[in-house]
């Protein structure tokens, strides 16, 4: 995954606001790299440019090598937005076959992921019946379910009661050993112990953490 000269600017009416300025960032396949940032400083309009979300003011994105003119599959890029975005009227297990079954791709063994999150139990509720951190690691095994070759996980940990941070922090760095690009806003020194490397988001460019 790679972002090139990315510049994001929002209309406001005491004046324009630029969030981005020229970012670069690469994320090789089987490297997690985190980005930190103060609250406000860009991440979720970084993360929504390089998902296809939202398209830049100028600059571009390539995934797996080919620019992105639309926004990718699931499989191509898989998301964890700091909203969650489950489907309230779906069951946590639902949610995350969902990415599957749309794309007529075989279920995997979706128990044994919520498994892993400590969140099995929960398998037949439905997100307003659980808490929000439980929520959180829903919408992560939804993201990997499909085994992406891209993840952007925006602040997975933020939720989360200090319990559950291993097992997320565990299955993130399993999908980049299995082969994804993995980027990952968070503010967490926890986080950023496991990754490969950091940048930080300064005045709207990405610099080395």
Wanted: proline letters at 8%; one cysteine or more.
């Amino acid at each position: 995954m790679r972002g090139t000269g990315l510049v994001r600017t929002f209309d406001h009416p005491e004046g324009p606001i630029h969030v981005l300025r020229g970012a670069d960032l690469a994320v090789e396949p089987g490297e997690l790299v985190t980005v930190s940032g103060r609250s406000g400083s860009g991440k979720s309009a970084l993360f929504a440019i390089l998902c296809g979300f939202d398209t830049p003011d100028a600059g571009g994105v390539e995934l797996n090598g080919t620019p992105l003119t639309s926004p990718p599959t699931w499989r191509d890029c898989a998301v964890l937005p700091q909203a969650m975005g489950l489907a309230q009227e779906l069951t946590l297990a639902e949610n995350v076959a969902l990415p599957l079954r749309l794309t007529g791709t075989r279920d995997p063994d979706v128990q044994s992921l919520l498994d892993s999150l400590g969140i099995g139990a929960l398998a037949d509720r439905y997100p307003p019946e659980v808490s929000f951190g439980q929520q959180q690691r829903a919408a992560l095994a939804r993201a990997l379910s499909v085994q992406p070759r891209v993840l952007l996980a925006d602040e997975p940990t933020a939720h989360l009661d200090h319990g559950s941070v291993p097992a997320v922090l565990a299955l993130l760095r399993r999908a980049a050993q299995d082969g994804a690009a993995v980027l990952v806003a968070t503010h967490h020194d926890e986080v950023h112990a496991i990754a490969d490397r950091g940048l930080v988001l300064t005045d709207g460019v990405l610099h080395p953490g």
